[in-house]
């Protein structure tokens, strides 16, 4: 029987936990999490999938347990913050094999590479860019396959370009073979929003990724905008259209490869199958992924940095004028 450890029983956590069910391997499942709400819909979510009847033992737990000695997998699915103490914390606590890690890695550079050491004795470490697992983003891929340079474009509303732009930053490097050298946030609005997850913060506006090759990758994310695509320009100057959300890609010369965005709940079985008796996983390795992090961070935190020091300009310039006016 192997041993998995699931600390984070959140929406994503609880769909990590539904393909679990799906393993045919003998697992002894171990999930973590402190909030009650979350344990109760993972159980109930795994109840209702083949869970309830399968061959797997699942205990549930708010802490981490101390008798926990070999992981064969451990799935980490907390938010970024405390990320790293938690990865490092666990490293101590026991010996694992293998780790899938989500994204957002990390909050800064210097948890980065406590994560990168925590884990360094393991046999693999993935972390969880699931376009690489999707059957249609890898036939897409022998259309751009080091036939770069090119333009690409994703465009959209409020998709979350604080957290989800490392998904399309790996894809653009997977799909083109170039590793990312810059991002540019002079374009990027001034002001952060208060993200629907608490204590977190989103942005509107464009980014942009330069890559190795010379592709470059623009980001936009507009509070106004309806439409979500992907647009690719290939040297030859024949443009690709990207329609995620329905799972059509078309280009200017009338080829199309259509397909599907699968879940998390329809992907992990097969991806946790592959890691248990091979050791091997197609998602983004450790090494990789951090240094798409690296610059991604360095790059979001210094126009963060630049928002709060704004910010605070703002405001005291406004109390100046208000202070002006209670005294005239």
Known sequence: MQNIL??????IGSRYLQGLSTVKLDLCITVVDR??????IAKKRWLDSRGGKSQHEIRWCKVLPKDLELIDLAIITTSAGGRAVLIEHISKLARVSYWVLEKVL????????????????AK???????RRLHDWHQQLK?????QGPLKVKKIGGLWGLACNSIHFIDLISWWTGESLLSINTNKLDSMWLKSKRSGYFEITGELLAIFSGGTELILQ????STQEMIYIELPNKNVWSIDELNGIASNSKEDFVNGEIKLQSQLTGPM???I??????????????SEQHHIFLDAMLSHWNFSIILMIKLYRLHNSCLNKKLTT
Request: aromatic residues 6%; glycine residues 6%; charged residues 15%.
């Open 35 to 40: 909030s009650d709400l979350s344990l109760n």
């Open 272 to 274: 946790v199958t592959k």
């Open 6 to 11: 699931l600390v984070g029983a959140g929406n």
């Open 142 to 146: 022998f259309k751009f396959y080091e």
């Open 221 to 224: 994310s507009q509070s106004n």
């Open 276 to 289: 248990l008796t091979n050791g091997i996983c197609q998602l983004t390795n450790i090494k990789q992924s």
């Open 106 to 121: 990390a909050q800064s550079k210097q948890e980065l590479d406590i994560i990168q050491a925590a884990t360094i004795d």
């Open 124 to 130: 693999g470490t993935w972390v969880n860019m699931i």
